[in-house]
């Protein structure tokens, strides 16, 4: 697995199932790691996860959903980090996976191919085939011209593959439009009718075993509505072609349950999502999948940054960090909210609360992380968290104005373990080369 780090800090004496912000700002701890600490000896900008965070939030979904016969497919584009795979694999987890990436880092992990679902509008022949050889356990397909692809490249591997279409059932998810995925416009899936024509014409690609239904309408789901209102089109759809005779062995339902990014948003629980399942599909006799991944991870996560200085512009006030847009692209990106805590400094008092606008080095003006943001006084030198940035933080990190990838790392009962060391220089010029050998295709 991991190596371990020294041990920085007391043991907490009990577990928190999320992060306390008012306990973080006021004692600089986290899971019992000492947080000034641990920077001063791995640095910023920094990814600190709690995994037990991430195994109270998987085992309270595991318990949400007895009864049924489901399955949990982790999203790994959320957080691919190996040990947060490790660590979910050991709880049973499957994976939901994007990419022929994603599949290596599942398997390395330790996740059964079985138990993986290769989803995305654009698997590549080798992807399927990677995924094939493997012996994942089921694609989500999303377009006639993946099941024609899929059907060929098993036919010529002498296999038969099993799959679900992918629905686009039209439902507003009531969250960004970035991020929302189950509309009739987006790119997702395909119609109820089109779907119904596969199902109907399956003997065209007898090695495809066309036995189940996805959907996922959309990330960072607040309101369990649109999941209610997709759910009862999802079982009207399957009652259909029950009882037109198709097989139907699972019905997998997607994930986009939200977390809480700011004061006053409240998130689905894991029952009430599970009881919405159950309400639509308590009927179904077959496997039913659900695809958690910012809900697993998101809240478990902190992004520790230094203060590099304050600038007081003409009309605003700008709090400098080391982090940037390429170490968390999601405000940039999704004009996402972030709770900025500053960590407590040796010998400090109360501060005033200043309005910063929270920005990193990086030369663009959407690198900025918080607008007219109310904080405590900052200086140069402290340390700040960026609160739930355990999902879609590191994993969609770049290179961007040449900065080396942050480091990632675990903290537990007062210990901690780097799980991805901070890139190079080198490490991040390796793949680069001159002009030296020219050569024809």
Same mark, same amino acid.
């Given at each position: 697995m991991v190596a371990g780090?020294p041990v920085i800090g007391?043991?907490?004496a ?10 973080l700002?006021?004692?600089? %701890?986290f899971e019992g790691? $000492?947080?000034?600490?641990l920077?001063?000896v791995?640095g910023?900008?920094?990814?600190v996860y709690?995994?037990?965070m991430i ?12 009864g049924?016969?489901a399955?949990i +497919? ?9 040990a947060?795979?490790?660590l979910?694999a050991?709880e049973g987890?499957?994976?939901d996976i %994007?990419?022929g990436?994603?599949?290596q880092?599942a398997?390395r992990?330790?996740i059964a191919?079985?138990r993986?679902?290769f ?7 080798? @992807? %399927? ?5 493997a012996?994942? =356990?089921? /694609?989500?397909l999303?377009?006639?011209a993946?099941?024609e692809t899929l059907?060929s ?5 002498g296999t038969?593959a &099993?799959? !679900?279409?992918r629905?686009?059932p039209?439902?507003?998810a ?6 929302s ?12 009718? @089109?779907a119904?024509?596969w /199902?109907?014409?399956?003997q065209?690609w007898?090695d ?9 309408i959309g ?5 369990l509505?649109p999941?209610?209102e ?7 759809f399957a009652r259909?072609?029950?009882a037109?005779?198709?097989e139907?062995a +699972?019905?997998?339902v997607g994930g ?6 700011r004061? =006053? @948003?409240?998130?689905?629980?894991a029952?009430e999502?599970?009881a ?6 308590g009927?179904?006799e =077959?496997?039913?999948l659900v695809?958690p991944?910012?809900w697993?991870v998101?809240?478990?996560g902190?992004?520790?940054s230094?203060v590099?200085?304050?600038k007081q =512009?003409?009309?605003r006030r /700008?709090l400098?960090? $080391?982090a940037?847009m ?5 405000p940039?990106l999704?004009d ?7 960590l407590p400094?040796?010998? !400090?008092g109360?501060? @005033? &609360?200043?309005a ?6 990086v030369c663009?003006?959407g ?5 007219a943001?109310?904080?405590p006084r900052c200086?140069?030198g402290?340390l700040?968290?960026?609160?739930a ?5 590191a994993s969609?990190?770049s290179n961007?104005?040449?900065r080396?990838?942050?480091?990632? %790392?675990f903290?537990d009962?007062?210990r901690y373990?780097?799980?991805?060391r901070?890139?190079t220089? $080198?490490?991040?010029?390796a ?7 020219w050569?024809?295709?």
């Amino acid at each position: 697995m991991v190596a371990g780090g020294p041990v920085i800090g007391s043991p907490p004496a009990t577990k928190r199932p999320m992060l306390d912000s008012e306990m973080l700002a006021r004692d600089g %701890v986290f899971e019992g790691v $000492d947080l000034t600490a641990l920077a001063a000896v791995e640095g910023t900008p920094l990814y600190v996860y709690s995994p037990a965070m991430i195994r109270t939030r998987y085992r309270a979904l595991r318990h949400a959903l007895a009864g049924l016969d489901a399955g949990i +497919c982790y999203a790994v584009k959320a957080n691919g980090n190996r040990a947060v795979l490790e660590l979910l694999a050991a709880e049973g987890s499957g994976a939901d996976i %994007v990419s022929g990436g994603e599949l290596q880092r599942a398997l390395r992990a330790g996740i059964a191919a079985e138990r993986i679902v290769f989803s995305g509008v654009g698997k590549s022949v080798a @992807e %399927v085939e990677a995924a094939l050889a493997a012996g994942v =356990g089921r /694609f989500n397909l999303e377009s006639l011209a993946e099941l024609e692809t899929l059907q060929s490249v098993a036919r010529r591997r002498g296999t038969v593959a &099993r799959a !679900s279409a992918r629905i686009n059932p039209d439902v507003d998810a009531l969250t960004h439009a970035k991020i929302s995925t189950g509309r009739a416009e987006n790119k997702f899936g395909v119609s109820i009718g @089109e779907a119904r024509s596969w /199902f109907a014409s399956a003997q065209r690609w007898p090695d495809v075993r066309l036995d189940g239904l996805h959907m996922h309408i959309g990330s960072q789901l607040l309101s369990l509505e649109p999941m209610h209102e997709a759910l009862a089109r999802m079982a009207d759809f399957a009652r259909t072609l029950l009882a037109a005779g198709s097989e139907l062995a +699972c019905i997998d339902v997607g994930g986009g349950l939200g977390v809480r990014y700011r004061e =006053g @948003e409240k998130a689905p629980s894991a029952e009430e999502y599970a009881a919405a399942i159950r309400h639509a599909l308590g009927w179904f006799e =077959g496997r039913i999948l659900v695809e958690p991944g910012r809900w697993l991870v998101a809240e478990a996560g902190l992004l520790l940054s230094r203060v590099l200085l304050e600038k007081q =512009g003409d009309t605003r006030r /700008f709090l400098v960090l $080391d982090a940037a847009m390429n170490d968390l692209l999601r405000p940039s990106l999704y004009d996402a909210w972030h709770d900025i805590v500053p960590l407590p400094v040796d010998g !400090s008092g109360p501060q @005033e &609360r200043v309005a910063y606008d929270v920005v990193g080095p990086v030369c663009e003006t959407g690198d900025t992380f918080a607008t007219a943001r109310q904080l405590p006084r900052c200086q140069a030198g402290q340390l700040v968290a960026i609160l739930a940035s355990g999902a879609y933080g590191a994993s969609m990190a770049s290179n961007y104005n040449s900065r080396p990838l942050p480091a990632e %790392v675990f903290v537990d009962a007062g210990r901690y373990a780097v799980v991805r060391r901070r890139q190079t220089l $080198d490490e991040m010029l390796a793949g680069e080369q001159s002009t030296a050998d020219w050569t024809s295709p």
